[in-house]
């Protein structure tokens, strides 16, 4: 276990057996059709590597970079394309996957902003989901896990950049971030 994470919050077997859980859901779901699975940067790379090897079906695989305005930590719900899709939308099934839903204001936005461009349908899967997330109003279609408001790292996620690749999600030490 790395150094800097407290304790492992979902180890690599629970991450792992969760997708093929919700890849059969969305097997099921989107039956007879191609969806696009639209992965955020940087956050949702591992799931969706993961999601896209363990659904059946055939889906194309685009990304987006996003970016909210303001300073600090939380997003402020204004939101900045740094690199927009590549695939046109246009009467596709868009599925967006996300690494963790925190004030849910990032989402929420890009699915409006996708909404808008004729797609057949937009919905969201997020492997995690912190509590403040459920209080916003957006319909997340697939979640694996609603966690706790701790700081996660791991699987994707980022402290300053670091701690993507570690194979689990854990929770940082607060000594690594509180001065
Ligand atoms: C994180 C995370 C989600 C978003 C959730 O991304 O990966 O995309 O924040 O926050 P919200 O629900 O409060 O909007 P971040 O902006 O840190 O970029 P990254 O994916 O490159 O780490
Ligand atoms: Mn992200
Ligand atoms: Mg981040």
């Avoid at 997708?19 to 696009?36: F, K, Q, T, V």
């Avoid at 659904?55 to 695989?61: A, C, E, K, Q, S």
């Amino acid at each position: 276990m790395d150094e800097d994470v407290e304790r492992i919050l979902l180890d690599e077997q629970a991450i792992r057996e969760r997708i093929s859980e919700l890849a059969a859901e969305i097997d099921r779901d989107y039956e007879g059709e191609a969806p696009l699975l639209v992965g955020v940067l940087k956050g949702a790379v591992m799931v969706v590597a993961d999601l896209a090897r363990a659904i059946t079906l055939d889906v194309d695989m685009d990304w987006m970079a996003v970016s909210s305005y303001g300073s600090g930590t939380k997003s402020s719900g204004v939101v900045r394309i740094l690199k927009d899709l590549s695939a046109d939308i246009t009467d596709r099934h868009v599925l967006i996957v996300e690494d963790i839903i925190d004030s849910g204001l990032t989402l929420s936005w890009l699915r409006t902003n996708l909404r808008s461009r004729g797609p057949k349908s937009v919905e969201i899967c997020t492997l995690l989901r912190k509590p403040e997330a459920v209080k916003v109003d957006i319909d997340v279609k697939y979640v694996g896990f609603d966690i706790p408001n701790e700081f996660v790292i791991g699987y994707g996620l980022d402290y300053a950049e670091k701690y993507r690749n570690l194979p689990y999600v854990g929770i940082l030490k607060p000594s690594v971030y509180a001065d």
